[in-house]
């Protein structure tokens, strides 16, 4: 545990130091850290954890990296279904994405689209539609209409209007998100027999 501390401490202050080829090194540390975790040899949490610490201990907490590594948290949490301790990193990562960056910003919208789907696991799906409409104008001002991020958007909204009920709507965000992207990957979230949904939804459109 301390070798694993001191090496992204170690990352950590180099990579504030600049050069280029010191990011790409750190990149591909990390990607040898996730096959790690695939391979069971190491805890994605406990990884996360102790790297948003080192980030939050040099940097500060309302550093931009602080709210990467709660982002980053946020998502472990969410792949465990640990849904209702992934909202407050969302929120907190928001909220200092706002104050460095505007609220308009598109990582303000990556966050935001992690604490939609939180919303959404723990059956808050009003919340999660205002959450993921927010995510979703910012993604379209920035980015224009056909981008694949805006099509993963139109999907997961989709998926929020199906469990509410409402699939009127949810048939013209999925129609959208096909048009946009007609190869987009299946990760939006997922509601009982929306998979038939979407089948049925992708037919009308050939």
């Known amino acids: 545990r301390h070798d694993m501390d001191d090496g992204l401490r170690f990352l950590h202050i180099m990579g504030m130091q600049v050069k280029t080829d010191l990011f790409e090194a750190q990149s591909k540390l990390y990607a040898l850290v996730e096959e790690l975790v695939a391979q069971g040899k190491i805890d994605l949490m406990s990884y996360e954890e102790r790297r948003g610490r ?25 792949d465990r279904g640990d849904s209702a301790v992934a909202e407050p990193l969302f929120r907190r990562a928001i909220a200092i994405r706002e104050a460095n960056l505007g ?19 723990v059956g808050r799906l ?17 980015l224009g209409p056909a981008s694949s991020a805006v099509a993963q958007s139109l999907n997961n ?18 129609a959208d998100a096909r048009r946009f992207n007609p190869y987009l990957e299946k990760h939006s979230i997922r ?7 979407v089948i049925a939804v992708d037919r009308e459109l050939q």
Do not use: C, M, W
């Open 54 to 78: 080192i980030r939050e201990r040099e940097l500060g907490p309302n550093a931009l990296p602080v709210a990467s590594s709660l982002d980053d948290l946020g998502v472990a949490h969410l």
């Open 103 to 121: 609220a308009d910003d598109l990582q303000v919208a990556t966050s935001e689209n992690g604490l939609a789907i939180a919303l959404f696991q």
């Open 126 to 142: 009003d919340e999660s539609v205002a959450v993921h409409g927010r995510s979703l104008a910012i993604r379209e001002r920035v």
């Open 157 to 174: 909204l989709a998926s929020v209007y199906a469990g509410l009920g409402r699939f009127a709507e949810a048939k013209a965000a999925l």
């Open 191 to 197: 509601v009982a027999g929306f998979d038939a949904f």
